[in-house]
């Protein structure tokens, strides 16, 4: 009987063993037969699943008759019976984006040969694997009218201009939030140094764009999507390894979407790194939490995320000339050069220091009421905490010691390295800025009981005697609180779909100093507060993203809020007949009211009344799809846009502007389109005018300290032309690029008004623009990839070519303080070749290394200065030496691991 039991049960065994196989296929493109690396194959109502290699072929263990989920983003899910040797086609999605959030009904996607703008896609397996270790809007600059640099090279010090219009004057939405700052237009990427971790996809509406939010941007509108609660089960872990020290290490993990409905993601990201730019390093984590819920035959769908990236980072903000760079490498031009940099107790110390964290939590809620009706909701709320520090002293430099020199030519230091404050290598010895400090300040002779310190250092403004040649490391705070609710409710009647929807904003934001290093100094004597005669200061914050931001404390220079609403209403008629004519036309009103409160400059009139600023937005266009193949969209529009806070309140004071005014849009569009199974390819004109603005910049003063120069009445018009296309040659090659050509030009002169750190007028003169052109982006900017997949390999190599890049103008250029000048500095252009490696191991795992700018080609990135070469100039390509720039990267790597379960 025993005998008998056992051969039953190794009958019962095998048979299972047999049944249970292994069924191989492959997963397609339904529109191009291309092979979709990377596509998820799971066996309904289980655990187990694996992932199509390079050339789209799976292999799992499964019954013949199982149910499939196949998957893969920005293509619709599909159910099949299992069955060995099956080829399943995947169709796109209709948005292309639809798959990448589970309720995501408030996002305004442009939908091609439907949507009547210019638009740009680019997939969340591009982001992971490109963008590495390089600054997240950098993914961007493949894309047409596109110019993204890292600036002074700190980590998430990078800008992002788009046709020309910098990233003030972009729209940037993150799940359909917007995220420029409410006050000045800007957008802080070192708050969001987890998009690279969390983003599932980037979509780049150029021009008026689809968005209909109640003032809509003037270069674009930029949407980043990033993960909500997974639908499938799951999770990665990865490693990431690149230059100048750099470590990242990831975890995520998704519970998928149970039988109620219920579905949870989580991410958590930690990264460090010396910099490429001496003094430049920086640590940050990223976290992220989302959890929704859609149960089944239910009209209501929600999710909740949360998504933050606390940071700190050593920057290069004291742009540096040609000549600078020159002498303070070891032979030849040094990229990394970095005035700001230096050691302090045999560590690295740089005066500029940024830190913040910038959580931002979001709940989407969508409401399907009918057959007709949906109504699409989102609540999001942001406490921004951090700023960024800087020096904080008088004149520095003086007959016998070299302090800390801001902004001053370092060529007539070269030869002096090794005396003084800076060392042999030329970096600042802030030892002796210590020593420097604790024998020029004096003894505390007066009246305070409270303090006790034997030193005190004078903040510049007093002349009692007490030495002014001292240095402290400040803290500029800059945060806020921010809430908002967007809600659109939309209705289909037949042919029309209809929208009407709200946008509202409530923000604050804090703006002050505090003191975060006294440098030996005991205490620290402050006259920056109108309502007192000074104070002794030695209290200190922490330049930390997770510590106390020093909001209660005492604080120094200027303590200001800035308390910004907005109150919007936006509508929509779109027309569609049989799939080949869309015509929509939007329209928006806005209420913007912006009042300031100031607690040490303006003792008469601590809080200014509410000013109430109207604006408004109207535009329209269709897209007529010819046959399957053809397509042709136009657009056009105008807008009435509020001014940003600094235009509302001049010279930092609390009167409202006398001449305040809205900026004042108009464009007009026109492409055209065409996508088969080998070729697509879409080409666009566009032509922008913009007038009415009003600028702040921040510049760096003679003392080192940071001041404002403030232009009025400034008008531009933009032309251009842009290309973007696709070449699939075979189901392994694929050929892609994008060109864009520019003209864009100043109309007018306008004026300009300058500011010292005290935020006090301290002088004002006449830019003479009129037919220069816009500087700080690339007029001309062309890209080419090919893509090679080869078994489990795939190659891309990358080439970007940029021309048309002029200097930005200045307060302080020569080239324009005086009439008939010779207008913007024409930088050279250059070419930069990118190589990247992908190789899918097997079992989940994977390798990619990506290999940036491979020849190491030096070039100018951007130029502040407008010096034109004469014939007595000493020249770098060109350009005079005395010019100050930000030189790019050299030759940049990154390799990672990854294992996905």
Same mark, same amino acid.
């Given at each position: 009987?025993?005998?008998?039991?056992?051969?039953?049960?190794?009958?019962?065994?095998?048979?299972?063993?047999?049944?249970?196989?292994?069924?191989?296929?492959?997963?397609?493109?339904?529109?191009?037969?291309?092979?979709?690396?990377?596509?998820?194959?799971?066996?309904?109502?289980?655990?187990?699943?694996?992932?199509?290699?390079?050339?789209?072929?799976?292999?799992?263990?499964?019954?013949?008759?199982?149910?499939?989920?196949?998957?893969?983003?920005?293509?619709?899910?599909?159910?099949?019976?299992?069955?060995?040797?099956?080829?399943?086609?995947?169709?796109?999605?209709?948005?292309?984006?639809?798959?990448?959030?589970?309720?995501?009904?408030?996002?305004?996607?442009?939908?091609?040969?439907?949507?009547?703008?210019?638009?740009?896609?680019?997939?969340?397996?591009?982001?992971?694997?490109?963008?590495?270790?390089?600054?997240?809007?950098?993914?961007?600059?493949?894309?047409?009218?596109?110019?993204?640099?890292?600036?002074?090279?700190?980590?998430?010090?990078?800008?992002?201009?788009?046709?020309?219009?910098?990233?003030?004057?972009?729209?940037?939405?993150?799940?359909?939030?917007?995220?420029?700052?409410?006050?000045?237009?800007?957008?802080?990427?070192?708050?969001?140094?987890?998009?690279?971790?969390?983003?599932?996809?980037?979509?780049?509406?150029?021009?008026?764009?689809?968005?209909?939010?109640?003032?809509?941007?003037?270069?674009?509108?930029?949407?980043?999507?990033?993960?909500?609660?997974?639908?499938?089960?799951?999770?990665?872990?990865? $490693?990431? /390894? !690149?230059?100048? *020290?750099?470590?990242?290490?990831?975890?995520?993990?998704?519970?998928? +979407? %149970?039988? =109620?409905?219920?579905?949870?993601?989580?991410?958590?990201?930690?990264?460090?790194?010396?910099?490429?730019?001496?003094?430049?390093?920086?640590?940050?984590?990223?976290?992220?939490?989302?959890?929704?819920?859609?149960?089944?035959?239910?009209?209501?769908?929600?999710?909740?995320?949360?998504?933050?990236?606390?940071?700190?980072?050593?920057?290069?903000?004291?742009?540096?000339?040609?000549?600078?760079? $020159?002498? /303070? !490498?070891?032979? *030849?031009?040094?990229?990394?050069?970095?005035?700001?940099?230096?050691? +302090? %107790?045999? =560590?690295?110390?740089?005066?500029?220091?940024?830190?913040?964290?910038?959580?931002?939590?979001?709940?989407?809620?969508?409401?399907?009421?009918?057959?007709?009706?949906?109504?699409?909701?989102?609540?999001?709320?942001?406490?921004?905490?951090?700023?960024?520090?800087?020096?904080?002293?008088?004149?520095?430099?003086?007959?016998?010691?070299?302090?800390?020199?801001?902004?001053?030519?370092?060529?007539?230091?070269?030869?002096?390295?090794?005396?003084?404050?800076?060392?042999?290598?030329?970096?600042?010895?802030?030892?002796?800025?210590?020593?420097?400090?604790?024998?020029?300040?004096?003894?505390?002779?007066?009246?305070?009981?409270?303090?006790?310190?034997?030193?005190?250092?004078?903040?510049?403004?007093?002349?009692?005697?007490?030495?002014?040649?001292?240095?402290?490391?400040?803290?500029?705070?800059?945060?806020?609180?921010?809430?908002?609710?967007?809600?659109?409710?939309?209705?289909?009647?037949?042919?029309?779909?209809?929208?009407?929807?709200?946008?509202?904003?409530?923000?604050?934001?804090?703006?002050?100093?505090?003191?975060?290093?006294?440098?030996?100094?005991?205490?620290?004597?402050?006259?920056?507060?109108?309502?007192?005669?000074?104070?002794?200061?030695?209290?200190?914050?922490?330049?930390?993203?997770?510590?106390?931001?020093?909001?209660?404390?005492?604080?120094?220079?200027?303590?200001?809020?800035?308390?910004?609403?907005?109150?919007?209403?936006?509508?929509?008629?779109?027309?569609?007949?049989?799939?080949?004519?869309?015509?929509?036309?939007?329209?928006?009103?806005?209420?913007?009211?912006?009042?300031?409160?100031?607690?040490?400059?303006?003792?008469?009139?601590?809080?200014?009344?509410?000013?109430?600023?109207?604006?408004?937005?109207?535009?329209?266009?269709?897209?007529?799809?010819?046959?399957?193949?053809?397509?042709?969209?136009?657009?056009?529009?105008?807008?009435?846009?509020?001014?940003?806070?600094?235009?509302?309140?001049?010279?930092?004071?609390?009167?409202?502007?006398?001449?305040?005014?809205?900026?004042?849009?108009?464009?007009?569009?026109?492409?055209?389109?065409?996508?088969?199974?080998?070729?697509?390819?879409?080409?666009?004109?566009?032509?922008?005018?913009?007038?009415?603005?009003?600028?702040?910049?921040?510049?760096?003063?003679?003392?080192?300290?940071?001041?404002?120069?403030?232009?009025?009445?400034?008008?531009?018009?933009?032309?251009?032309?842009?290309?973007?296309?696709?070449?699939?040659?075979?189901?392994?090659?694929?050929?892609?690029?994008?060109?864009?050509?520019?003209?864009?030009?100043?109309?007018?002169?306008?004026?300009?008004?300058?500011?010292?750190?005290?935020?006090?007028?301290?002088?004002?003169?006449?830019?003479?623009?009129?037919?220069?052109?816009?500087?700080?982006?690339?007029?001309?900017?062309?890209?080419?990839?090919?893509?090679?997949?080869?078994?489990?390999?795939?190659?891309?190599?990358?080439?970007?070519?940029?021309?048309?890049?002029?200097?930005?103008?200045?307060?302080?250029?020569?080239?324009?303080?005086?009439?008939?000048?010779?207008?913007?500095?024409?930088?050279?252009?250059?070419?930069?070749?990118?190589?990247?490696?992908?190789?899918?191991?097997?079992?989940?795992?994977?390798?990619?290394?990506?290999?940036?700018?491979?020849?190491?080609?030096?070039?100018?990135?951007?130029?502040?200065?407008?010096?034109?070469?004469?014939?007595?100039?000493?020249?770098?390509?060109?350009?005079?030496?005395?010019?100050?720039?930000?030189?790019?990267?050299?030759?940049?790597?990154?390799?990672?691991?990854?294992?996905?379960?």
């Amino acid at each position: 009987m025993k005998k008998m039991f056992v051969m039953i049960v190794a009958f019962l065994v095998s048979t299972i063993a047999f049944a249970q196989g292994t069924i191989s296929g492959s997963v397609t493109d339904g529109s191009t037969g291309d092979p979709l690396p990377g596509a998820s194959v799971l066996v309904k109502g289980t655990t187990n699943g694996v992932t199509a290699d390079f050339d789209g072929n799976f292999t799992i263990t499964a019954n013949s008759g199982d149910v499939l989920v196949i998957s893969y983003l920005g293509f619709q899910t599909l159910e099949v019976a299992a069955k060995n040797g099956m080829s399943v086609e995947l169709e796109p999605s209709t948005t292309q984006l639809e798959e990448i959030v589970l309720s995501s009904g408030v996002i305004d996607l442009a939908q091609v040969r439907k949507t009547p703008v210019a638009v740009s896609t680019i997939q969340a397996s591009e982001i992971a694997l490109k963008v590495g270790n390089m600054e997240f809007p950098e993914v961007m600059n493949k894309t047409p009218g596109v110019y993204a640099t890292k600036t002074g090279g700190g980590y998430g010090d990078s800008r992002i201009s788009l046709r020309g219009f910098d990233q003030r004057n972009t729209s940037f939405l993150i799940n359909g939030q917007p995220v420029n700052d409410m006050e000045s237009g800007w957008v802080y990427w070192s708050n969001w140094q987890g998009l690279t971790d969390v983003a599932s996809g980037i979509q780049i509406q150029r021009g008026l764009g689809a968005s209909k939010l109640a003032v809509p941007s003037v270069g674009g509108t930029v949407s980043i999507f990033t993960k909500t609660a997974d639908k499938e089960q799951g999770g990665a872990v990865s $490693q990431m /390894f !690149g230059n100048n *020290g750099y470590s990242k290490t990831t975890a995520s993990y998704n519970t998928g +979407l %149970n039988d =109620k409905g219920w579905a949870s993601s989580f991410l958590l990201s930690q990264w460090s790194g010396d910099g490429y730019a001496y003094g430049t390093a920086g640590a940050g984590t990223t976290y992220f939490f989302a959890v929704g819920y859609a149960p089944k035959d239910s009209k209501h769908s929600l999710n909740l995320s949360v998504l933050g990236a606390g940071q700190w980072h050593h920057q290069r903000s004291s742009w540096i000339s040609i000549r600078d760079y $020159q002498n /303070f !490498g070891e032979s *030849g031009l040094d990229r990394r050069w970095n005035t700001d940099a230096g050691f +302090l %107790n045999g =560590k690295e110390f740089n005066m500029r220091r940024n830190f913040y964290n910038k959580p931002l939590a979001t709940f989407n809620w969508d409401y399907n009421i009918n057959e007709t009706w949906k109504l699409n909701t989102s609540f999001y709320a942001s406490a921004g905490r951090g700023g960024g520090t800087g020096p904080r002293g008088g004149n520095f430099r003086n007959a016998t010691i070299d302090m800390y020199p801001y902004n001053i030519d370092l060529t007539t230091h070269y030869n002096e390295r090794g005396r003084g404050t800076r060392d042999a290598d030329g970096f600042v010895n802030f030892d002796a800025v210590v020593a420097h400090n604790r024998a020029s300040a004096q003894p505390y002779s007066g009246d305070n009981s409270n303090f006790q310190g034997q030193l005190l250092g004078s903040n510049g403004f007093r002349n009692d005697g007490v030495s002014r040649e001292i240095l402290v490391r400040r803290a500029s705070m800059n945060s806020h609180d921010w809430v908002g609710a967007i809600s659109n409710l939309e209705g289909q009647f037949g042919n029309f779909k209809t929208s009407i929807g709200v946008d509202l904003r409530s923000y604050k934001g804090y703006h002050y100093r505090v003191l975060n290093n006294l440098m030996g100094l005991d205490g620290y004597y402050s006259t920056g507060n109108k309502n007192s005669n000074g104070q002794i200061i030695n209290t200190l914050i922490e330049a930390s993203p997770f510590r106390d931001t020093g909001v209660r404390g005492p604080k120094i220079d200027y303590y200001n809020n800035g308390i910004v609403g907005w109150q919007g209403v936006n509508g929509m008629v779109e027309y569609s007949k049989d799939d080949n004519l869309t015509a929509v036309i939007q329209a928006g009103l806005s209420n913007q009211s912006f009042q300031r409160e100031d607690f040490f400059d303006q003792p008469a009139k601590p809080i200014s009344d509410k000013e109430n600023v109207g604006g408004g937005y109207l535009k329209g266009g269709a897209n007529v799809n010819f046959n399957e193949k053809s397509n042709l969209f136009f657009n056009a529009g105008y807008i009435s846009r509020q001014p940003q806070f600094d235009a509302v309140f001049p010279n930092f004071a609390n009167n409202v502007s006398e001449d305040l005014q809205n900026e004042k849009i108009t464009s007009v569009e026109l492409g055209y389109g065409y996508t088969s199974s080998k070729l697509d390819f879409n080409v666009n004109l566009y032509s922008t005018n913009w007038g009415n603005r009003f600028i702040s910049r921040s510049l760096n003063n003679a003392q080192g300290d940071q001041g404002t120069a403030q232009f009025t009445n400034v008008d531009v018009v933009h032309n251009g032309i842009e290309f973007e296309g696709k070449y699939r040659a075979s189901n392994k090659l694929t050929f892609k690029g994008m060109l864009s050509i520019g003209d864009w030009e100043y109309t007018k002169d306008f004026n300009a008004t300058i500011f010292d750190a005290n935020q006090q007028a301290i002088g004002s003169g006449k830019l003479y623009t009129k037919g220069a052109k816009v500087g700080n982006a690339a007029q001309f900017t062309s890209y080419v990839e090919a893509d090679y997949r080869f078994g489990k390999f795939n190659v891309d190599l990358g080439y970007r070519f940029v021309d048309g890049l002029y200097a930005d103008y200045s307060i302080a250029d020569s080239a324009f303080t005086q009439p008939n000048n010779e207008g913007a500095l024409k930088l050279p252009s250059y070419g930069l070749l990118d190589l990247g490696l992908s190789y899918q191991i097997g079992n989940g795992l994977s390798f990619r290394a990506n290999v940036n700018n491979l020849l190491d080609t030096e070039y100018i990135a951007e130029s502040n200065t407008n010096i034109h070469a004469t014939s007595s100039s000493t020249t770098w390509n060109g350009v005079d030496v005395s010019n100050s720039v930000w030189f790019g990267f050299g030759t940049t790597w990154n390799a990672s691991l990854k294992y996905r379960f």
